[in-house]
Every structure is written in structure tokens, then in C-alpha cells.
């Protein structure tokens, strides 16, 4: 491949190479190759015998770790499911799985006991939960999806802007926790510590809401 590359201006075309540019060699193609090989293994909860061999380089590698695609990017890692209070943006619950896990498949271990007779708003995303959410208790608020067969009614996309009203507050964690506490990506291997990792991040946050909630009090003069 690294000679075609070289030799043939129709290699340089096709992989958008020009002249000037550097022709990856021999050993760069191969280990390219090969990690795409790893890649497609682990994504089927395989280990690549070049690993097996190598017990060292083995314990660098996240096995436990999954892809998921949003936004049309790839993301190799883990999820936070978050279970959110809509009245005081805390954190009340979560569960960490890898990143290919939906998210309505975590509802049933977030809703508790005490979450009866309250509303649960989610996205479209938690569709199909209905079981779930009665039998929890709770008042289903989450919101509607329409299709080109079957067109949202205006009451239907009324219902939606108002529970999007609370839902977005999850929105708005997820955003602060990646924009000013850099917390979405992590840097550790295996289930644990991750877990560890994230359940730490939601805790910080929590301890950064509380301080402002209570400066808002503090300037209100209620406390």
C-alpha cells in the first residue's frame, strides 16, 4: 500500500492526498489496521489475542468501556444516568453503565419509593416507559414524538414546550458539568473507576449547587 501510494497519482487521489504530502509508511498503515481490528472487538465484548499475549498492555486497555454515536460523533466510554430534582437542580440519583446502554433502560433502577405520586418529565427518548412509570408510582410527562404519518396536534406540541420547561434542567447540568467542571471525560480504566470517577463529579456538583442556592437565599434575605 505504501508503494501504491507513492508510485500512483490515482492512490494520491483517492485518499485525498496531495503531491506534497507525506505518505504514511509501512509500519503506520499496519498498526492503523490493527487497531481498527481491536476496535471492532471490543465492540462485541471481544479481547484481541495480540492483547491476551501481552498481560502489561492488557491492563492499559478499557475492556468494559463501549461506543455510542451522538450527534453523529463517536464516543468510546461510559454514561451518568442522572435522576435530577426540577426544583432545586440537584442530583438525587444515578447510575453509570457504558456508553452503548439507551437511556430509558436505567429507569427502572432510578425510580424509588419515595418517587411516588411525583412527575417524571424525560425526552422522546423515554417513550415506550409507560409500564415502568406507573408502576412506579409516578405521573408520566414524558414528551411526545410525532412522525410523517402521524403529525404532532398543536395540543400535543403545547404539552411538549411546557414539559421541556423542566426537562431542560437536566440540560443545564449536563452543561455546566462540561463546560465548567470539565467532568465529561474521564481519564481511568474499567467499570470501577469510572463509576468512582463520575459518582465523585455528581457529588461535586451537587456541593457547587447547594453553595449557590444558598448565596441566592443569602441575597434574598431569607436565611
Same mark, same amino acid.
Given at each position: ?24 509508511? !509501512? #509500519?503506520? $498503515?499496519?498498526?492503523?489496521?490493527? &487497531? ?9 465484548? +471481544? =479481547? ?39 426544583? !432545586? #437542580?440537584? $442530583?438525587?440519583?444515578?447510575?453509570? &453503565? ?9 429507569? +427502572? =433502577? ?40 402521524? #403529525? ?72
Amino acid at each position: 500500500m505504501e508503494y501504491q501510494m507513492t508510485d500512483r497519482l490515482s492512490f494520491k487521489r483517492f485518499l485525498g492526498l496531495k503531491s506534497s504530502d507525506k505518505v504514511p509508511d !509501512a #509500519k503506520t $498503515i499496519w498498526k492503523f489496521r490493527e &487497531t481498527l481490528d481491536e476496535n471492532q472487538q471490543i465492540k462485541k465484548g +471481544e =479481547t484481541s489475542e495480540s492483547w491476551k499475549a501481552k498481560p502489561n498492555k492488557l491492563r492499559q486497555k478499557d475492556r468494559d468501556a463501549r461506543w455510542t454515536k451522538k450527534n453523529k460523533m463517536s464516543f468510546y466510554g461510559y454514561k451518568n444516568h442522572v435522576k435530577v430534582d426540577k426544583g !432545586a #437542580k440537584l $442530583i438525587r440519583d444515578y447510575m453509570v &453503565t457504558d456508553a452503548s446502554v439507551h437511556d430509558s433502560q436505567e429507569l +427502572e =433502577t432510578l425510580i424509588r419509593k419515595d418517587d411516588e405520586g411525583q412527575c417524571l418529565y424525560a425526552d422522546a427518548a423515554y417513550i415506550g416507559q409507560e409500564e415502568t412509570i406507573d408502576e412506579g408510582g409516578m405521573t408520566d410527562m414524558v414528551q411526545e414524538k410525532g412522525n410523517r404519518s402521524h #403529525k404532532l396536534t398543536e395540543l400535543q406540541k403545547i404539552s411538549n414546550r411546557a414539559k421541556a420547561r423542566y426537562h431542560s434542567r437536566v440540560e443545564h447540568i449536563i452543561g455546566f458539568m462540561t463546560n465548567t467542571m470539565n467532568a465529561m471525560y474521564i481519564r481511568t480504566i474499567g467499570y470501577a473507576r469510572a463509576t468512582a470517577k463520575i459518582g465523585l463529579a455528581n457529588l461535586t456538583y451537587n456541593m457547587m449547587r447547594c453553595a449557590q442556592l444558598n448565596k441566592v437565599i443569602h441575597d434574598a434575605g431569607l436565611g
